[in-house]
Structures are given as structure tokens and as C-alpha cells.
């Protein structure tokens, strides 16, 4: 079993609801917070049928230990839409609105399924409710992702509130609309880390895999839709991410993108512990059917033999200039404008040369590998991490040595 060793964190943005906080017991509450202000956020792409996120923030000032009711409402439908009816039962059966409960963290809330409010004209249309509760570690925002499921093409607008179950004029308020996307018609491959150590089984590279239609718009997989995912290298293995320890895939289908939001994340390891270098081509395509082979696209990766690890001494910025701490407890943490950050990386003497597997925890909490290279009688190697920086320590980028 290998051993690491922890040398440097940079604070990093957290991604909304990546579901990596610690499961914390959330104190009951004892008052409810005023909200100042409602934002909405970008919502994930949307096909009828299947189900996206629409994530709303709710911001208020330093509380904890409280609760308060958020609500949201569909405003206009796209006609033949059951989210706006003369029916009540026809609305709430469309169940185009929803909650999932979260359970999780510090901040956490309740489901719900559709309800109903009636319109001018005497219209039903969909709404849902829920209650938020901030434990006891204060917080100035809480971020509520509603479900929405259009069953017809279109747009639909909504109506965000914070105050109580339905809405009132005098309640913090926010606005948003969500126009349904049409089939894949093009794929493009980020590459979150692309170095596959040639020892490391569990981390190696990780892909985000987009899609966009004829019109550009970002859009995601429907039922009866699929993309096939293959490399030509015997010495890797692919599988589902972002997180370790995925399953192994050859293909992505309809719900298979990372909550809800339209991004296929895949993780290519070594497959045996041992490979020669070798570079690897990663093929994303349509898998016949609904959308055609002939929408494709591919990237290459790295296979790096490397060496096994002798004792690291330390690892610090090359520079602080730009750099401020943020002062976790027992960490090195930094806030900057910067998207790169150098480090130097020292070795105890040695007068070989060698390469050793790195792990980078990105502050999404997404682990990636990479390599850092000692030249021969050299005690110190040149270490480069990409990932932006926001002024927030809530997530990290840890940088591991395995030993």
C-alpha cells in the first residue's frame, strides 16, 4: 500500500453541489432567517422528458441554527405543457417541478413533489416548497436545487421566492427561464488531468464530456440516446467518474451526466500497475441509433512509466507573490487571481534521474494524477497545477507524492 504525504493546499471555489461536504448533524432550529436576496443560477441543460437542476441561492446575513421557506413557480409553458392547466390534478400529476432532499452538510432541506397555485384566469400551474435549515456552523447562503422536468419543447420562466409556502409580493424574490435543447450534434472532450502513471490503478486521468445541438446550445443525452467512450490502449482501463472507483464503461446514456448539469465525466487508470510511455487516443462517439457514429471526437492521454518514489523533503510555491493565506488550521492555504501555480519540489540527494506519480485533489474534489521529473544530481523539480482560484477555503488543491 502506498503512502502520501500531504504538502501544500490552495484554497479553490466550491462547485455547487458536488455532495463532498462532510454528513454533519444539523442542530434544530430556534428562529427563521430573513433573506436579503434571491439568485438564480445557470441552469443545467434541459430535454423534455429528463430531468435538470435549477440551482437558486438564497442569501441572508451571518445565521445559524435557523430555518426558512423557499418556494418556486412556473410562470409561463410552452403550449400543450401539463405544468400550466385548467386541472389541478393534471398539473400536480406532471410533477414537472420537484425537490430532492438534502440531507447532507450544514445547510439542508426538504422534498417536495408538484403542487399547484391558480393563475389569473383561473389557470393552475406547477409550484413547490421547502424548508431550509442551517446547522449550527454559520452561513450567509444556502443554495436549493430544484428539479425540472419539461414534458413538452419549449420555454418555460419561473418565479423564485424565499418568505413562505406561496408567494407574496413582499417576499425576496428572483426570476429565471429555461429553453428545452435539441439532440447531440457535437462532442468536445475537456481534459481535467491527462498523465496516466504507469503504477497508478486508481487515480490516472479524468475527461468531461459536453454536447451541444445543431443551434450551439449545450444539451444532454435523452432516453433512447447514448455515446460510446473507447481508447485504443490494452493498458488502460476506463471508467465511470468523477469520483474513484467507478465502474467500468464503454458508453454513456440518458442520466448518466454528473447532477443532472449536461457534464459526462470519465476516468481512464492504468489497468496493471505497469506500462511502457505510450500516448493513447480516447474516442467519444455517437453509438448509432438516435445520434449517428459519424458525431465524434477524440483526445489523446499519456502513459508514463515511472519510477518509485524516494523520500520528498518538501513542496512550497515557487513564488507567494500574488498569494495570500487564508489561515485554515494545520494547512498552507491561499487565495489569488492566478489559474496556475508553480512548485518546487525537493528531494533528499540523489544523483539519478527520475520521475515520480503525483495526486492533485482539484478544489471540485476531482483527483487527478500527474508526474514531476528530478534531472540527474538535481534535489529540486519544477511542479505546475492548473485549476482556478476563488476567495473561498471551502475545497483545497492537495498535492500528493505517492511514496
Do not use: C
Not at 435557523?66 to 392547466?85: E, L, M
Not at 488502460?236 to 467507478?246: D, L, N, S, V
Not at 440518458?254 to 492504468?270: E, F, P, Q
Request: without cysteine; proline residues 3%; charged residues 10%.
Amino acid at each position: 500500500m502506498s503512502t502520501k504525504t500531504t504538502f501544500k493546499r490552495v484554497a479553490l471555489v466550491a462547485v455547487a453541489a458536488l455532495g463532498l461536504g462532510v454528513l454533519t448533524s444539523v442542530a434544530p432550529a430556534s428562529a427563521v432567517t430573513t433573506i436579503t436576496s434571491v439568485t438564480v443560477g445557470t441552469p443545467g441543460a434541459a430535454r423534455a422528458g429528463g430531468t435538470s437542476l435549477l440551482p437558486v441561492t438564497f442569501n441572508f446575513a451571518s445565521d445559524s441554527s435557523d430555518t426558512f421557506t423557499v418556494g418556486a413557480r412556473i410562470q409561463t409553458a410552452p403550449a400543450g405543457s401539463n405544468a400550466i392547466n385548467m386541472t389541478d390534478a393534471t398539473v400536480t400529476g406532471s410533477n414537472v417541478l420537484s425537490i430532492t432532499a438534502d440531507a447532507d452538510g450544514n445547510i439542508q432541506y426538504a422534498a417536495d413533489t408538484t403542487n399547484s397555485y391558480t393563475q389569473v384566469g383561473g389557470a393552475k400551474a406547477a409550484a413547490v416548497d421547502t424548508v431550509v435549515t442551517i446547522g449550527a456552523t454559520a452561513a450567509t447562503s444556502a443554495t436549493v436545487n430544484f428539479n425540472f422536468t419539461p414534458d413538452v419543447s419549449g420555454t418555460y420562466t419561473f418565479l423564485f421566492w424565499a418568505g413562505g409556502t406561496t408567494w407574496a409580493a413582499s417576499y425576496a424574490q428572483g426570476t429565471g427561464s429555461v429553453t428545452t435543447t435539441g439532440a447531440p450534434t457535437s462532442i468536445t472532450i475537456t481534459k481535467l488531468g491527462s498523465t496516466i502513471p504507469d503504477t497508478d490503478t486508481t487515480n490516472g486521468a479524468v475527461v468531461a464530456v459536453t454536447l451541444k445541438d445543431a443551434a450551439g446550445a449545450t444539451t444532454r443525452l435523452a432516453t433512447g440516446e447514448s455515446l460510446s467512450i473507447a481508447d485504443n490502449s490494452s493498458e488502460t482501463t476506463i471508467q465511470a467518474g468523477p469520483g474513484t472507483g467507478g465502474a467500468t464503461i464503454t458508453s454513456f446514456g440518458a442520466g448518466d451526466d454528473y447532477l443532472a448539469g449536461g457534464t459526462y465525466y470519465a476516468r481512464i487508470v492504468s489497468a496493471d500497475g505497469s506500462a511502457a510511455d505510450a500516448t493513447v487516443t480516447l474516442t467519444v462517439s455517437g453509438s448509432g441509433g438516435l445520434i449517428p457514429a459519424s458525431v465524434t471526437t477524440n483526445t489523446t492521454l499519456s502513459v508514463v512509466n515511472v519510477d518509485a518514489a524516494t523520500p520528498v523533503t518538501a513542496i512550497a510555491l515557487t513564488s507567494a507573490v500574488g498569494y495570500s493565506t487564508t489561515g485554515i488550521a494545520g494547512t498552507v492555504d491561499y487565495v489569488t487571481t492566478k489559474s496556475s501555480h508553480g512548485f518546487t519540489v525537493t528531494r533528499a540527494t540523489d544523483t539519478t534521474a527520475v520521475k515520480y506519480p503525483v495526486v492533485i485533489t482539484r478544489g471540485d474534489g476531482i483527483v487527478v494524477a500527474s508526474t514531476v521529473t528530478f534531472a540527474k544530481d538535481a534535489t529540486t523539480a519544477a511542479l505546475s497545477v492548473s485549476a482556478a482560484v476563488g476567495r473561498t477555503d471551502l475545497n483545497a488543491v492537495k498535492v500528493q507524492v505517492d511514496d
